[in-house]
């Protein structure tokens, strides 16, 4: 049973930081696309920052000099660090995957959410 385990949300003040992990735990041939997305009530799940299946990474929009993603493959896990977080930035936070279970079947995978919470 594959599993995306997040970690590191909470609640900074405006100008902090925080750092998200997300581990995905069991048996898998290998990792496609890993990344995070974010929700807000009564919103769409947006793009924040995610690697690529050619492990590029990508930046939704406003995080792009703020955020900063990265993955240490030996622990099949991946990093958000967001600096200079703004309280627009307060949202649920989710970890997404796509996963093979074997050369051929990927699957797509999300963590449970971690929240993060922006003070002014």
């Known amino acids: 049973q594959v599993q995306l385990v997040e970690s590191g949300g909470g609640l900074v003040q405006s100008g902090g930081s925080l750092r998200l992990s997300c581990t995905a735990s069991g048996r898998f041939f290998s990792i496609s696309t890993i990344g995070w997305y974010r929700q807000g009530s009564g919103t769409q799940r947006a793009l924040v920052a995610g690697?690529?299946?050619?492990?590029?990474?990508v930046y939704g929009d406003g995080v792009k000099g703020r955020f900063t993603i990265s993955r240490d493959n030996a622990k099949n896990t991946v990093y958000l660090q967001m600096n200079s977080l703004k309280s627009e930035d307060t949202d649920v936070y989710y970890c997404?995957?796509?996963?093979?279970?074997?050369?051929?079947?990927?699957?797509?995978?999300w963590g449970q959410g971690t929240r993060v919470a922006v003070s002014s």
């Open positions: 690697f690529t299946e050619s492990n590029i990474p």
């Open positions: 997404h995957a796509d996963i093979k279970a074997s050369p051929n079947y990927e699957y797509e995978y």
